[in-house]
């Protein structure tokens, strides 16, 4: 692939001062947080990504970024995390064993003291996507966190529901691919592998079933995640410069993540993966149990061509509902897929300013 934009580039978030904070988690992985600072502000925004993602699906710079767009409408002092589900480092690329009660009770918790440790008591909102929404809402319904001021959960939260095809994928994929196959992770830059490789005939036979494009790469993501021609997002939604790059935006991932999707799956709520392992006696059985004592306010975005995790985020509304009428909201997106509601060319007009009119709600 010819590169037109440097991978991992800050150069997406202009006229800020850019720091970035290394720390370490309880288990043993170094982490990072990085600031966009333009001014002192009563209200910290931070960022959170997705499995396979990175902070970059907030700063991308061939289009207005969610950064860009809150620190222009009055957030002065912007974060994004790297935990461990970053494409930024080597963990998803290795064999290994995590699970979202790992990042839930070891990666947000050490997360948020480095981040009070430099703004101090002010005010943080949240946003998050995917499964890095899934297990900071977990950290949060589990006690672990007690002082965000909002969170935004794009595409999922408590409630993981999937395509029907994506669940013959999560009950049969990850043991085909690590015992038949013999891989460990996934890569959408499998296609790049020298030919007859194991990881080029996966891509080529992939391929064979996704002729909505040319890009070897957005077809492994759609066998990655969910059911659709593409499963990420809306063709129409992305820039030309998007789509060539998503190996960039999302890339490896290791395949335990998906067995506990699987246990949350079939259980209809975030459950714990391991109940019996001492590891994990601080975190409850069901991440829901204490639902109606959690004061902070989420708002759930819901696109309605969501092919990753279909209806998930209205589903979970229904529940929140009963539990604390009224503490929290809903918003659909009309016309958008798991992942355009951030890298999309037209989000800073469909999706950004619902987000800012909540953090500014919630502000005060």
């Known amino acids: 692939m ?42 910290v925004v931070l960022l959170v990504h997705g499995l396979t993602s990175a902070s970059d699906v907030f700063i991308m710079p061939e289009h207005r970024n969610l950064a860009s767009h809150l620190l222009d409408n009055g957030f002065g002092d912007v974060w994004a995390v790297d935990f461990r589900m970053s494409g930024r480092f080597p963990y998803d690329g290795e064999t290994h064993r995590y699970n979202l009660d790992d990042v839930a009770l070891y990666d947000f918790p050490a997360t948020m003291r480095e981040l009070r440790r430099h703004v101090g008591d002010r005010r943080v909102h949240v946003i998050a996507h995917c499964l890095g929404a899934v297990s900071f809402s977990m950290s949060l319904f589990a006690g672990l966190i007690d002082d965000v001021a909002s969170l935004t959960c794009n595409s999922v939260s ?16 990850t043991w085909l691919l690590e015992y038949v ?38 077809h492994m993501q759609s066998f990655q995640w969910g059911a ?40 209809g709520q975030s459950v714990k993966y391991a109940p ?13 149990s204490n639902a109606a004592d959690v004061r902070t306010p ?8 969501n092919r990753v995790f279909t209806d998930s985020n209205i589903h979970l509304h229904k ?37 800012v009119d909540f953090l500014k709600r919630h502000s005060a």
């Open 298 to 305: 989420l708002l759930l975005l819901a696109p309605d061509r």
């Open 2 to 43: 010819t590169r037109t934009i440097s991978r991992f580039t800050l150069e997406g978030v202009r006229e800020a001062d850019v720091s970035v904070h290394p720390f370490g988690t309880e288990d043993g992985l170094g982490l990072n947080l990085t600031r966009f600072l333009r001014s002192e502000s009563d209200d």
């Open 181 to 218: 196959v013999g891989l460990p992770f996934i890569d959408p830059r499998f296609g790049q592998a020298p030919a007859f490789t194991r990881p080029w005939m996966l891509s080529q036979a992939v391929s064979l079933f996704h002729d909505e494009c040319r890009t070897s790469a957005c």
């Open 228 to 267: 659709g021609r593409p499963a990420m997002y809306e063709h129409s939604n992305l820039l030309p410069e998007t789509h060539a790059r998503v190996a960039d935006i999302c890339s490896a991932s290791g395949l335990n993540y998906y067995r506990h999707v699987r246990k949350m799956v079939e259980a």
């Open 319 to 355: 529940i929140l509902e009963k539990a604390a009428p009224g503490r929290h909201e809903l918003a659909v997106l009309p016309g958008y897929g798991h992942l355009d509601p951030l890298i999309g060319k037209n989000s800073y007009i469909d999706v950004f300013p619902r987000i």
């Open 158 to 173: 408590l409630t993981p529901r999937v395509p029907a095809f994506s669940k013959l994928k999560l009950s049969l994929g």
């Open 276 to 288: 019996t392992d001492a590891r994990y006696a601080r975190l409850p059985l069901n991440y829901l």
